[in-house]
């Protein structure tokens, strides 16, 4: 039979061999350890700042390896926090090399393509929607990439760029999966995505299909085929009037194509939805959300304008010169149904007879005129 003195303290059957290092309980296995911790809420860690009599301190060892312990524990986390600092600094300011200039060495395609001097009517609308003037930089296919201050947990999560070891320029995308009431049911990022994939290529089924199935109910019986899937793009530079709009991608095609042209945080939050008529009423056009210039309706209102003072200088003219004419007729007393004479800037061609004599010559031009 177990003595009282060494009998687990919970179970009260087993001898004990462990004690608590905060409360000193005895207990026999792990089960009674947690039953020990659930029960009375114990840590089951040493209080450090527990005041030890000197009495005491100077009796057990324990204690003085117990503070000799905490001191090299607290130069350890003073170690290792500066280590994580020291790797995080390098990835948060990372991208400020080449700093905010990046907009000057790179080329953009302006809207109005038909000017000298092509404009880029985006920046005006980012500059509208955030007010601090975020630094802008193009990618690819002309995409404005919108960056955050560096630290940012949108920004830290970015790893767009060109992968040298695939050959290719590879997107961070984050996808936002929209149920048939238009609520939002999750949503997750996809990193080193290649560009040249199709946007129903790109998506991962498997996630979709578990974040689909969470409920557990409607959406979870859908077989989900990457064919019915649409997608659209979030307008990051919305007015009050274009407010929560979304922009029509095509899911045939890549990537690259489908973010022509366009406007992205960072990365781009692409909406999936299993129904077109979901969020029919906030699909807006792109040149609705970027304000695009339009020079030819421009062009086509001036020139319409040139011509309609155009033409009636030109009636007036016909009208005065009709009236000159006119005067000149009733003057001269000549017939207005007669045709004009045809006259020619080309010079007059004069050939020469080989037989004929050549004092014959100045006769037979002065006949043709």
């Known amino acids: 039979m177990v003595s009282e003195n060494l009998v687990c303290s919970i179970c009260h059957l087993n001898e004990h061999k462990y004690t608590c290092p905060a409360c000193g309980v005895k207990t026999c296995s792990i089960n009674c350890v947690k039953r020990h911790k659930r029960q009375t809420e114990c840590s089951g860690l040493v209080d450090q700042s527990k005041f030890v009599p000197k009495k005491i301190l100077s009796q057990d060892e324990s204690h003085i390896n117990r503070d000799y312990n905490f001191l090299m524990n607290v130069g350890r986390q003073i170690h290792v926090g500066k280590g994580d600092i020291k790797s995080s600094?390098?990835?948060?300011f990372k991208r400020q090399f080449g700093g905010g200039n990046q907009n000057k060495n790179k080329r953009f395609k302006g809207n109005?393509?038909?000017?000298q001097e092509a404009v880029d009517t985006r920046i005006e609308c980012v500059k509208k929607a955030f007010l601090q003037e975020p630094t802008t930089v193009i990618k690819r296919n002309n995409t404005m990439i919108i960056q955050l201050p560096p630290g940012m947990s949108r920004a830290t999560s970015n790893?767009?760029?060109?992968?040298?070891?695939?050959?290719s320029f590879i997107w961070t995308v984050e996808w936002v999966v929209i149920d048939d009431a238009g609520k939002e049911k999750d949503r997750f990022i996809s990193y080193r995505l290649k560009e040249h994939l199709l946007l129903r290529d790109a998506v991962p089924m498997n996630?979709?299909?578990n974040a689909v199935s969470v409920n557990g109910e409607g959406d979870s019986a859908r077989n989900i085929d990457k064919e019915q899937l649409h997608f659209y793009l979030a307008n990051v530079v919305g007015n009050d009037n274009t407010k929560d709009s979304i922009l029509h991608l095509n899911e045939a095609d890549s990537i690259s194509?489908?973010?022509?042209?366009?406007?992205?945080?960072?990365?781009?939050?692409?909406?999936?939805?299993?129904?077109?008529e979901t969020w029919k009423n906030r699909i807006i056009k792109e040149e609705d959300a970027y304000n695009y210039a339009?020079?030819?309706s421009s062009s086509e209102s001036g020139s319409s304008d040139d011509s309609d003072s155009d033409d009636s200088s030109d009636s007036d003219s016909d009208s005065d010169s009709e009236s000159d004419s006119d005067e000149k007729n009733t003057d001269n007393e000549t017939d207005s149904d007669e045709a004009p004479e045809e006259s020619s800037?080309?010079?007059?061609?004069?050939?020469?007879?080989?037989?004929?004599?050549?004092?014959n010559a100045p006769e037979a031009n002065k006949s043709e005129e």
């Open 345 to 359: 800037s080309k010079p007059l061609k004069v050939t020469f007879d080989a037989e004929a004599p050549t004092q």
């Open 112 to 115: 109005n393509v038909d000017s």
């Open 294 to 296: 339009k020079p030819e």
């Open 89 to 92: 600094a390098k990835n948060v």
């Open 159 to 167: 790893k767009t760029g060109y992968d040298k070891k695939v050959g």
């Open 257 to 276: 194509d489908a973010l022509t042209n366009k406007i992205v945080l960072e990365y781009p939050t692409i909406y999936i939805t299993f129904n077109a």
């Open 207 to 209: 996630i979709l299909s």
